[in-house]
């Protein structure tokens, strides 16, 4: 998994300044390996909300996933908050770009591709640990808040450039995705009631039957 705008845009940006000021380089260099150092720890803080939950997500579980000591932990995230929050840019952000990806030729195909790909899995788990937690936990509630806005507003605004509705109303796709989005959520919590893997699927795979005609794809 890798977060494309928080760690992929600072590694570039960093890796350029390196070729075209050299005297920039030392500096550069140190970027670079702070930002692999933070995906790292973001990517461990996803392993243990999806395993743990996020009451047993600790900075010391996080510290037993790396090869850093918890000072180097701390020194990019001196609380499980900040920890947590950056997680969250780096979970919604994956999210963001797993739904734009792709070359999925026809509608059907692009939902279903959004729930193998970006919903049934463990990263989306971990996000709604993040998402459950911030219910009841008014400090990081109020500190995420302003990225799961900033969310809908770029999955709203990328979902109007890459659907269009048969009636030729763009307020209905957004309505129609945020439907499509709440039922594939709530199938991850569904998972919990069936022994059977495949039930949720099956189920995504009813729904795409019933709101694919109502959109297609732009050109």
Known sequence: MQLKHYI??????????MHTNPASKENGLQKAKSARTRNTICEATVACLAE?????TTLNKVV???????????????SKESLITATADFLLERALQSDHKGDAGTVAQRLLDTWV????????????????AARTDKGLQQ???????QWNRNIDEQSRQ???SVNGDDDDVI?????????????????????????????VKRWIELISPLLTLRS
């Open 8 to 17: 992929g845009t600072v590694l570039y940006h960093t890796l350029e300044a």
């Open 52 to 56: 743990l939950g996020y009451a047993e």
């Open 64 to 78: 037993e996933r790396t090869n850093l000591s918890k000072g180097a932990l701390q020194h990019h995230f001196p």
């Open 117 to 132: 790909y970006m919903v049934h899995t463990k990263a989306y788990q971990a996000l709604l640990e993040i998402l459950n």
């Open 143 to 149: 500190v995420i808040s302003p990225q799961l806005h």
């Open 162 to 164: 890459l659907y269009k």
């Open 175 to 203: 309505t129609l995705l945020i439907m499509n989005r709440s039922l594939m959520r709530g199938l991850v919590i569904q998972d919990i009631y069936t022994n059977d893997p495949a039930a949720s699927t099956k189920v």
